[in-house]
């Protein structure tokens, strides 16, 4: 199964709605990455967060990670139509320095 | 500054045809990367370069190959395509002043028939 996993798969909620999303993975990592991706298009980086950090915020963005569980969560507040996207995780591995796992995604759709 | 740029951004291909991907990565950045994202799912890493040199690859067959120039743009190479190609394939750059953050191309959708 791959390194990291996000979860729900797909999320669905109302604009100024609040939406999180969740990643697990299974190995030490160096640290953690969150990005955004619109309609089949490139990726878009949204946050990093290092692995001795336990929570990073970016506008309306709010990052944590607890290595203990090896889990991380992506938090949306004030939900917009424009965040509809998918959102994946990528970890990189100690030791594989800058070979990054992407999740397979959370499918985020915000209804206006 | 100028982002990751890929070309072509569309290519229909028949299956047992060669083709070629072009990466160019922002200014400064020495690593590329190479993603495959077959539709609706998560992107599969395919190979790294860095420095010219091939740094890693991920678990696809010696058909799928590539390059990185002096320059640091990068080529990837799929022989003997097979319907199973069709994907988007991404390429990523990034510095070590990024602290590894990887910035995004925004890919070529190959469509294998």
């Known amino acids: 199964s791959q390194q990291g996993e996000e979860d729900p798969q797909a999320l669905s909620i109302q604009e100024g709605e609040n939406a999180t999303m969740n990643c697990s993975y299974k190995t030490s990592i160096n640290n953690l990455q969150w990005y955004r991706q619109n309609s089949g298009r490139g990726l878009v980086h949204l946050i990093l967060i290092r692995s001795n950090e336990r929570e990073k915020h970016s506008g309306r963005l709010r990052v944590t990670l607890d290595t203990s569980k090896k889990s991380s969560s992506l938090l949306i507040t004030a939900s917009r139509a424009a965040d509809t996207a998918s959102y994946f995780c990528?970890?990189?591995?100690?030791?594989?320095?800058?070979?990054?796992?992407f999740g397979p995604g959370t499918r985020l759709s915000v209804l206006p | 500054e100028a982002g990751v740029t890929q070309s072509p951004t569309h290519l229909i291909k028949t299956r047992g045809q060669q083709v070629t991907l072009r990466c160019s990565p922002i200014s400064g950045h020495t690593s590329v990367y190479w993603y495959q994202q077959a539709l609706g799912l998560g992107l599969q890493f395919l190979l790294w370069?860095?420095?010219?040199?091939?740094?890693n690859r991920g678990n696809f067959p010696p058909r799928f190959s590539g390059r990185q120039f002096p320059n640091y743009s990068s080529e990837l190479n799929v022989n003997a395509l097979e319907l199973e190609d069709s994907a988007l394939y991404l390429c990523?750059?990034?510095?070590?002043?990024?602290?590894?953050?990887?910035?995004f191309g925004p890919g070529t959708r190959l469509t294998v028939l």
């Open positions: 370069y860095d420095e010219g040199e091939e740094r």
């Open positions: 990523a750059s990034s510095s070590i002043r990024s602290y590894n953050e990887q910035f």
């Open positions: 990528a970890t990189d591995l100690i030791n594989y320095g800058q070979n990054f796992v």
